[in-house]
């Protein structure tokens, strides 16, 4: 695992300097604290800060081929990399390492750019061919890790991280307004936008090719569109082969020549990956579990549930709002505006994670891949009143909301979020209606009339990201279009983002074992009915499937999340923080928002009419961004 770096003065044709690359790659040294290697050759430099997992004695970077024409640096872990490298062998390729980093550059040799397809793991790369004076990029099919660039009149450059191409002085940090229409929508800013105008994100499974002067980009891999679905198969079949692939996916991330664990959160997802590391594994597992001292919150006791059933090592960790000090720190971190509040919790786990192992896998990828999300109980739900009319819904809507809503698990909020995306006049709408913080027009009476007029016709950026994804497969079950969108929004671009970033600041590596490409296929393969049951059996053929190898409290249990208490805090010990910082007069003037409307979401979750937490949660994150990035920016 490693934070990789570059710069192509393809313009200019200047130099490229090692006082240029080691700006940048400094700025990576937490992705990456045992190694840093660079790369210079006239006006093209590669760099790269290494976490040391695979082949510790020689797979330093970057790394050459045989007759020096190509170069490349790599962030990831390629898990079927000794396969792919005795086929290599066979057609004669020399190996300098026993790194999968060099087998890739040798794949490349064979495969051209179709060389991403054959990867099975988690990848960013970059690789120079001085030959064609060609610099290519990839990311990993679910966008795993991450790979930021900017392309001016007289370079390219590009990143594992946001602020390292802020070193690049005429690099343009203007506000790309779409970008905060989005973040507000999806609590993220979806690739390939970012936060500035000048910065791209390279989409997941896309690869870029840049020669010529010219940027091109080509998607290489999707889910199975359209594919005939496995429901003719007998179901003790299916159950048999769906545990055979996530045996396999765990089994292969097992790979490691450094201490290795788990997350374990007390949920289905990361105690199936638990049970099978047990099974896998010849000495005792290391779990990691996060609570909350407020109980309802908190899963700890399910997670030591599963560390007693399979005698893991277990460290619990227990996070309160004094903890929120970090705040500013993840903001820096994330480096641009990321409203997923549970990038707290995932943060401390990673930190506590980081004290014993420096590898962990996780569950991340279960609940998109076989229909876990209440969402999707509340949609399919949402068919049953369909031939309620409008104007009966709008009523009881008005009517809800004369009681007093707390998030995440008050009746009355719930039935509320229900009806609002019930009288939404489009699938892809009520969908949006479900992940949205400031849901579809709830944002026309937050924005200043300056910022509503700057952002123009680029106002509902989200929404029409989220309806591209419906457009690409309009013909599958319900149950299987909201987890295609999901599997291509909210997952590489939130959860994927989150875990990324959580972890690697504390340099960490993570694995996903339900997000391995093999998995992913077969999971949308199976038609909807078997994954979410009625409108209680979510998750239903992966609960099925490894039932005897659980406690059964986990199966009696309601959905959780990561989620953590912001209403609470909001009210408590946040209180006079989140004041402080979002009804500033420096925040103000941002001009971004109309001051009444921000009061009136503040003082209506401070008289407890609404649960506004996540909304302010966004508000806080955007504010802090803005501190570290425009306010007091230093390299």
Request: glycine share 8%; aromatic share 12%; net charge positive.
């Amino acid at each position: 695992m490693c934070g990789i770096c570059g710069i192509y003065n393809y313009g200019s044709g200047l130099p490229v300097t090692r006082q240029d690359l080691k700006a940048m790659n400094d700025l990576l040294v937490h992705r990456g604290p045992d190694d840093e290697g660079y790369y210079e050759h006239e006006n093209l430099g590669l760099a790269m800060r290494r976490l040391s997992i695979i082949d510790l004695s020689s797979g330093q970077q970057p790394i050459s081929n045989e007759d020096d024409s190509l170069r490349i640096v790599f962030n990831g872990e390629i898990y079927n990399f000794q396969e792919l490298r005795a086929g290599l062998l066979a057609k004669g390729h020399k190996f300098k390492t026993k790194s999968d980093t060099e087998v890739i550059l040798h794949l490349y040799e064979e495969k051209g750019l179709g060389f991403p397809t054959e990867l099975r793991g988690m990848f960013a790369v970059a690789i120079w061919d001085n030959r064609r004076k060609r610099l290519v990029l990839a990311r990993d099919r679910m966008g795993k890790k991450p790979l930021f660039y900017a392309v001016t009149p007289s370079c390219l450059v590009f990143a594992s991280e946001l602020r390292s191409l802020l070193t690049v002085k005429y690099l343009s940090r203007e506000i790309n307004p779409a970008a905060i229409d989005a973040y507000l929508t999806l609590q993220y800013i979806p690739s390939p936008i970012s936060i500035f105008k000048g910065v791209k994100k390279l989409e997941p499974a896309s690869v870029l090719v840049f020669e010529d002067g010219r940027e091109r980009v080509e998607k290489y891999w999707d889910l199975p569109v359209g594919e005939e679905k496995l429901g003719h198969i007998p179901l003790p079949e299916l159950k048999e082969r769906l545990k055979a692939e996530l045996s396999e996916a765990v089994k292969i991330r097992l790979m490691s020549e450094v201490p290795l664990g788990a997350f374990l959160s007390g949920g289905i997802d990361s105690s199936i990956v638990t049970a099978l590391m047990a099974k896998h594994s010849s000495t005792p597992v290391k779990t990691f579990a996060i609570g909350f001292k407020e109980e309802k919150f908190s899963e700890l006791g399910y997670a030591r549930q599963v560390a007693q059933m399979y005698g893991t090592k277990h460290t619990e960790f227990t996070v309160e709002a004094r903890m929120t000090d970090v705040l500013e720190k993840l903001a820096w971190h994330y480096g641009e505006p990321y409203a997923d509040s549970s990038a707290l919790p995932s943060y401390f786990v990673s930190r506590e994670t980081r004290r014993d192992v420096t590898v962990a896998l996780n569950g991340d990828g279960g609940d998109e891949a076989f229909g876990g999300y209440l969402r999707y109980v509340g949609m399919k739900a949402e068919r049953l009143v369909s031939g309620v009319p409008v104007w009966a819904k709008r009523g009881a809507l008005k009517a809800v909301g004369l009681f007093p809503k707390t998030a995440p698990f008050n009746f009355f909020w719930r039935l509320e979020k229900f009806l609002k995306f019930s009288v939404m006049d489009t699938l892809e709408r009520r969908y949006l209606s479900t992940v949205s913080f400031f849901g579809p027009g709830e944002t026309d009476g937050l924005y200043s009339a300056k910022f509503a007029n700057l952002l123009g016709k680029e106002k509902g950026y989200g929404e029409r990201y989220l309806s591209k994804f419906f457009a690409q497969n309009p013909d599958d079950d319900l149950l299987n279009r909201m987890t295609y969108v999901d599997l291509r929004s909210y997952l590489p671009e939130c959860l994927m983002t989150k875990m990324d970033i959580a972890s690697m600041a504390n340099s960490l590596e993570t694995r996903s074992p339900f997000l391995d490409h093999k998995v992913l296929e077969f999971a949308f393969r199976l038609p909807g009915h078997l994954k979410l049951k009625g409108l209680r059996g979510t998750k239903w053929i992966l609960k099925e499937t490894f039932r005897d190898m659980l406690p059964p409290d986990i199966y009696k249990r309601g959905k959780m999340g990561f989620g953590i208490p912001l209403g609470i805090w909001f009210r408590g010990e946040l209180k006079d923080y989140w004041a402080g910082a979002c009804l500033s007069k420096k925040a103000m003037d941002r001009g971004y928002f109309k001051s009444e409307e921000l009061f009136r979401l503040w003082d209506e979750h401070q008289a407890g009419r609404r649960d506004h937490g996540y909304k302010l949660w966004a508000l806080l994150m955007l504010e802090l961004w803005h501190r570290q990035y425009l306010d007091d920016f230093k390299l």
